[in-house]
């Protein structure tokens, strides 16, 4: 399976508690996306990378999250301290962005997260 | 900022009509992408069309085509012969020059036999 591979599937946590997801993009892919979504809702945009690099976090994400790409391949996003507010589906997405031409984005298919 | 707007909440149409999705954008960028997504029950993203703002020519994908108006900022997606499983939420996207996308808040589609 060549596709966006997102871990794990479902996460189920106590307020309070730390998680933290993983994203394999495509492995040629340079540019990974985070994506928060929320039923009924279009995905809200939290933070990309090119290669290793942050370039964006939104400004509505708090400090109790915070991703990272430390190799240019797979990512993780960590929230600390969770709360209820935070149940919603993670969306990891990637692309080819050779010379600054946009691509298509891949999706994974999600990590749904909820707080007790 | 950029923003979209969806104004169709839900839909709903017979099997084998043409039905159409409405979209409104707002950026004062020049070059940008512009997208719809189908999110089925499986909640996995799938890009049904893309379209280049550069592009004057509206784009097509088999039954699914578009209608880019780009001055009055409009991005409609039109279905033809709809199909059960078109049966969707379905999202306008914009993608701006640094390749961030901004979704809409979706048009739920019922294809209804």
């Known amino acids: 399976d060549t596709g966006v591979s997102q871990d794990p599937r479902h996460k189920i946590t106590k307020r309070g508690q730390n998680v933290t997801f993983r994203c394999d993009p495509i492995?040629?892919?340079?540019?990974l996306y985070w994506y928060r979504q929320t039923l009924g809702q279009g995905p809200e945009f939290l933070t990309y990378f090119q290669n290793e690099a942050q370039l964006e976090k939104s400004r509505l994400l708090s400090d109790r999250f915070s991703a990272e790409r430390p190799k240019g391949s797979f990512s993780t996003l960590e929230i600390q301290r969770t709360e209820q507010g935070d149940s919603a589906m993670y969306l990891c997405?990637?692309?080819?962005?050779?010379?600054?031409?946009?691509?298509?984005?891949?999706f994974g298919s999600g990590t749904q997260l909820s707080v007790l | 900022a950029q923003t979209v707007t969806q104004s169709q909440p839900e839909m709903s149409v017979q099997e084998a009509e043409t039905v159409t999705l409405s979209c409104t954008y707002d950026t004062s960028e020049n070059n940008y992408y512009l997208f719809w997504y189908k999110q089925p029950p499986s909640r996995q993203m799938i890009l049904v069309i893309r379209q280049e703002a550069y592009k004057q020519q509206n784009a097509t994908e088999n039954r699914f085509s578009v209608n880019f108006q780009k001055a009055a900022k409009s991005f409609s997606l039109k279905i033809s012969d709809s199909q059960l499983g078109d049966t969707a939420m379905y999202f306008c996207a914009f993608m701006n020059r640094d390749d961030k996308i901004i979704f809409g808040k979706g048009t739920r589609l019922h294809i209804l036999p």
């Open positions: 492995s040629e892919h340079n540019r």
């Open positions: 997405a990637s692309s080819l962005n050779p010379t600054g031409a946009s691509e298509k984005l891949f």
